[in-house]
């Protein structure tokens, strides 16, 4: 007897736990079976209502079901439109390059070609790291502490997370990593530290290839690199002739602000690393982009089968539309205050309880030194109908990050239900 999908049989988390590998994590978190989502919202198949401040780990960056991307996609498919089609050429992808480099790149100035490496954020950074290596013929990677690149073997040999390399299962060579801004305090200079072990020639450090940075480590417990600090990686990059990575497939398309996580830095790195919502729609894309004098690929060096996720180029296209008003930068940075006020109201509540706010624009995060503050907050969140995450390489922190979309009556009381999720937790602890 067949089944009936659109019969919709009643589905509970046992199942789950029957027919799904261990692995699985986030549904750990969130312990109950999601039917339904619309921008910042979701509900579960009991109907509760959620206000979600985790947009797929940085993938919805524009809401569930966005409309004006939603019907995009629709007319596509009722039109028959192209839906796969590895490298070749498509309307479809035409119209997101044209797009992109109209609303994205020559505004601001930028002369870079546009790779599709693959369909997620490791495939980007996987690309970059093997054309770093091609341009320069070295070998060496550095990369930072607390950094997180993706679970394939080459992101996961410049990710800094011990957890995570353990699964690899074999040696992760060709990397060296190196303190991130502020790793030992305010004070210590590790760009200091980092030009000694390049200038010195018994450091036992190769002439990297390149050096990969994400300006804000989300997943390494939302680290914010400065301005100054960025600036000065950059100039020692030129300096020994090393090519400049920055992966920004969490906080690019507006997550910090500006639709690059590094703009406000100034910086011009040799390699940009764009995915999650670069695909609009929660849709797999992603982008490796290029400075044109770099651009040594032979034809098929680098390919994979789905390169060519047409859906995924027609919702980045309609996507990056939403950036051709400075006004949506602004409700960003808006938002973006909304949050910071109410983590840093947390800490002024509770100044007997060891903790850090850390972030930028919406990524923001509260780090506990102490205990599981953070895991405790976020579970007494997802009781109050509230989806928030961990982030750091303990849990450590208790991260925010919500749609840019996001409603400002729905951040309100999103924000409202951490606070009093907080209270409960922490008023323990005083």
Known sequence: ???????????????????????????????????KA????????????????????????????????KQKL????????????????????GHLLN?????????????????????????????ALKLARKVTGRETVLSFTNAFHGMTLGSLAVTGNKFKRQGAGVPLHHTV????????????????????????????????????????????????ASFSWMKKLSELCKKYGILLIVDDVQVGCGRTGPFFSFEEAGIEPDIICLSKSIGGYGLPLAL????????????GEHNGTFRGNNL???????????????????????????????????????????????????????AFEEGDLAGEICKACFDRGLIMETAGTDSEVAKVMPALTIEIDVLKEGLARLADAADQVLGNQS
């Not at 490796?288 to 034809?299: A, F, M």
Request: proline share 4%; with cysteine; glycine share 8%.
């Open 288 to 299: 490796t982009l290029l400075k044109p004098e770099l651009d040594i690929w032979e034809p």
């Open 99 to 127: 797009t992109f480099h109209e609303v994205i790149l020559k505004p601001r100035k930028m002369d870079y070609k546009v790779m599709f490496p693959g369909p997620t954020g490791t495939n980007s950074v996987e690309s």
């Open 38 to 69: 619309k921008n910042a919202k979701m509900w579960d198949l009991d109907g509760k209502e959620y206000i979600d401040f985790f947009a797929g780990a940085g993938s919805l960056n524009y809401g569930h079901n966005n409309e004006r991307i």
């Open 74 to 93: 629709v007319n596509y498919i009722m039109e028959d439109g192209i839906t796969h089609s590895l490298d070749m050429a498509t309307e479809a992808k």
């Open 177 to 224: 990593s190196m303190p991130f801004c502020r790793y030992h305090g305010d004070e210590a200079d590790t760009i200091a530290y980092i030009e000694k072990y390049l200038e010195d020639s018994g450091s036992g450090l190769s002439l990297p290839a390149a050096m990969i940075l994400e300006t804000v480590q989300g997943e390494g417990g939302v680290n914010v």
């Open 312 to 366: 995924g180029f027609i919702a980045a296209a309609e996507a990056l539309s939403y950036w051709e008003e400075a006004s949506f930068q602004k409700e960003i940075e808006k938002r973006g205050s909304l949050i910071e006020e109410t983590m840093n109201g947390i800490q002024q509540k509770y100044p007997n309880v060891a903790m850090e706010v850390r972030g930028k624009g919406m990524m923001m995060g509260i």
């Open 1 to 35: 007897m067949s089944v009936n999908v659109l019969d919709k049989p009643s589905i509970k988390l046992e199942l789950f736990e029957k027919l799904e590998s261990e692995v699985r994590s986030y549904c750990r978190s969130f312990p109950t079976v999601f039917s």
